[in-house]
Structure formats: structure tokens, C-alpha cells
């Protein structure tokens, strides 16, 4: 089989691993479903919450099948394959989703998940790993070596983003759609900067996430729960790495945090908001922009497919930078910045008038 598949045009076969995770994940998902109302992957109403009845959990399995299964069919027939790499992701995804289910199941505390992901995130490292340099203008060349800070930095990029997609997954359909555009936009990239790895990778996260999303966009039958979250946002943390940071170029680290935008500024955000309101970092809370929007009238679809347009947005002016066209690039990011602002404005000017 694998003999045949290297016959195969390349565009092609990453065309296939989209299909075939594609596949997996929407055919899998109604059986996830049945095995978390088995072992008590149930999420409850809450007061902060976006759902008003009992919920199933673990859907995220149908998307780490789709993605592991795909992978192990068509990386045989990658001839540059990076074995060592790739057996590190797999090694740190299977130990986030283990522990991810296990929090579905159990509601695990906050510091033994953030043990298990450091664990992960130290798989991937002793595997090859590592974020090797960091944009600065003013540095020589445009970037700053990291040397010895080279495994800490990547210990918090890691933890960074795996925790980052977690919380945005409050609303149906919305951390399954925003990883979606994530995994396209980074395999465009890798297209254009050659990385093979990375595209199989890519393509076979977005398609795992998108045969799951009929299942989980509004009105959700089931729930990707953190076994699909946090796994989503490891994956998407150390293809980043692998198919972009790696290299020295030094627009790389500003292209992965644009794509990844949105999660990231959401969860930054929500640390400071936290640490002013005097408030443990770790604890939940109704501020995150799913949350605003909701409260300012949106419907759960129109919040979702606004998110997914400014996702989108980002994604497309981190490709932008990736083709140098950096001055159009400012210019989207810019326009996002002023319609959100505007809203904003004229939403407050109203609600005082009333």
C-alpha cells in the first residue's frame, strides 16, 4: 500500500490524508458519543456555562483517531519523513489526551494536568523539538539566539497554546473551527516553505477537525470536551515549531502567534483580567470574548462565525508575512483591530442612550 501511495502525485496524497481523516473523524464521532455516556464523560450546567442540559464529552477521540490514523497510513510515503519528530508528537499527544479524557471524566486539578503537559511538552523536546531563536529587529540578523532557553521557551509555547484552545472551547463549533483554520493556514504555509511533514500533519488535523465539526457546530450533539482541546492545541503548538519556528528566519515566531492569534490573545487577556481582579490565574470565569459577545446579544452561531472570521483573518495576514507582503498584512490586522473597536464604541454610545 505504501509502495502505491509513493506513486502518487504529492498534492495529492495530502488531498487523500484530508479525505481520510476527514472520514474517520465523522464516522467515529456517534460511537465517541456512546462511550462517553459509558464511562461519565458527561459536562453538566453551569452558571458560566453556554449549555442548559447534561452534555457529552470525549468527541475529542474521533479527532485524535482521525488524526493518528491517517498519519501512520500515509507517513510511509513522506521520503523526507522526520521519524524522531514525529514520533514525539505522537508520544506527547497520546499522554495529553489519556490525561484530557481522564479530566472529562474525573475533573482532574489544575496542577496535576499542568504536570502531565509539561511531561508532553519535554517528550517532544528530548525527541528534537525546540524553538531555536526568537524575532527581535534590533537584534543582529533579526533574531535572538536562545541557547540554553531554548527548552524553556518551548516548555511555554507548548503549555501555552494546549491551554490557550482549551479555553476558547466554551461555544458549539468554536475551538473545532478555529483549530480548523489554524491547521489550514499553517499547511499553506508549509506548502509554500516545503516542509512535507508538516503538511501531512496539518492536513490531517484540519480534516479530522472538520469531520467532526457537523457534529459539534450549533445546535452540538456532542462535545470535543478536553481530550479534543488540549490535544488540538498540542498538536497545533509543535507542528507550528516544526514547520515554522524552526528555521532562523526572523518573521517565523510572529507568523505562528498570528495564526494562532486568537486563542493566544484570548488567554492572555484572561490572565490579566484575573491577576486585576485579584483572582487565582487557573480559575474560570464568564470574561472570555465568547462570553462578551453572548452578553451583548449575539446568537451562539453569529458569536462562533464572527470568531471564525477574525480567526480567519489573522491566519490570512500571518500567510501574507509568509509571502512578505508584510504591508497588507498590517493593513487586515489593522482593519480587524478598528471594526472590533468600533463595535465596541458604538455598542457603549447606545447603552448609554438607553
Not at 35 to 41: D, I, P, R, T
Not at 102 to 130: E, N, R, S
Not at 152 to 178: C, F, H, P, R, S
Request: one cysteine or more; a positive charge.
Amino acid at each position: 500500500m505504501f509502495d502505491s501511495l509513493k506513486g502518487i502525485d504529492s498534492n495529492l496524497i495530502y488531498i487523500i490524508a484530508f479525505v481520510i481523516a476527514f472520514a474517520i473523524a465523522c464516522l467515529t464521532t456517534p460511537l465517541s458519543k456512546k462511550f462517553a455516556y459509558k464511562v461519565g464523560a458527561i459536562d453538566m450546567p453551569k452558571a458560566r456555562g453556554m449549555h442548559t442540559k447534561p452534555m457529552p464529552l470525549a468527541g475529542g477521540i474521533s479527532i485524535v483517531l482521525g488524526f493518528i490514523i491517517t498519519v501512520a497510513i500515509i507517513a510511509p510515503s513522506i521520503d523526507d519523513l522526520e521519524l524522531k519528530h514525529l514520533i514525539g508528537l505522537i508520544l506527547g499527544g497520546a499522554v495529553i489526551t489519556i490525561v484530557g479524557l481522564l479530566d472529562d471524566i474525573y475533573d482532574l486539578p489544575a496542577k496535576l494536568k499542568l504536570f502531565f503537559q509539561i511531561l508532553a511538552a519535554l517528550i517532544v523536546i528530548f525527541t528534537g523539538t525546540t524553538i531555536q531563536a526568537v524575532s527581535w529587529p534590533w537584534a543582529p540578523h533579526g533574531v535572538i539566539l536562545l541557547g540554553s532557553f531554548s527548552n524553556v521557551i518551548t516548555i511555554i509555547w507548548i503549555i501555552g497554546v494546549t491551554n490557550a484552545v482549551n479555553l476558547i472551547d466554551g461555544l458549539d463549533g468554536l475551538a473545532t473551527g478555529i483549530s480548523s483554520i489554524a491547521a489550514l493556514c499553517l499547511m499553506f504555509i508549509s506548502i509554500l516553505h516545503g516542509e512535507t511533514t508538516a503538511i501531512l500533519l496539518t492536513a490531517a488535523l484540519a480534516g479530522s477537525c472538520l469531520g467532526f465539526l457537523p457534529h459539534n457546530f450549533s445546535p452540538a450533539t456532542i462535545y470535543m470536551g478536553d481530550t479534543g482541546s488540549t490535544f488540538l492545541g498540542f498538536t497545533l503548538s509543535v507542528i507550528s515549531i516544526q514547520g515554522l519556528i524552526k528555521s532562523y528566519t526572523a518573521i517565523t515566531i510572529i507568523i505562528a502567534v498570528l495564526i494562532l492569534g486568537l486563542p493566544i490573545f484570548d488567554t492572555f487577556f484572561a490572565i490579566l483580567r484575573r491577576l486585576a481582579n485579584g483572582k487565582p490565574v487557573m480559575q474560570a470565569d464568564r470574561g472570555h470574548l465568547h462570553h462578551r459577545l453572548v452578553d451583548r446579544g449575539y446568537s451562539h452561531k453569529r458569536a462562533v462565525l464572527t470568531l471564525y472570521g477574525i480567526s480567519g483573518g489573522f491566519g490570512i495576514a500571518g500567510i501574507l508575512i509568509a509571502m512578505n507582503d508584510i504591508a497588507f498584512a498590517i493593513i487586515i490586522i489593522a482593519i480587524i483591530i478598528a471594526v472590533w473597536l468600533l463595535d465596541t464604541i458604538v455598542r457603549k454610545i447606545k447603552a448609554k442612550e438607553k
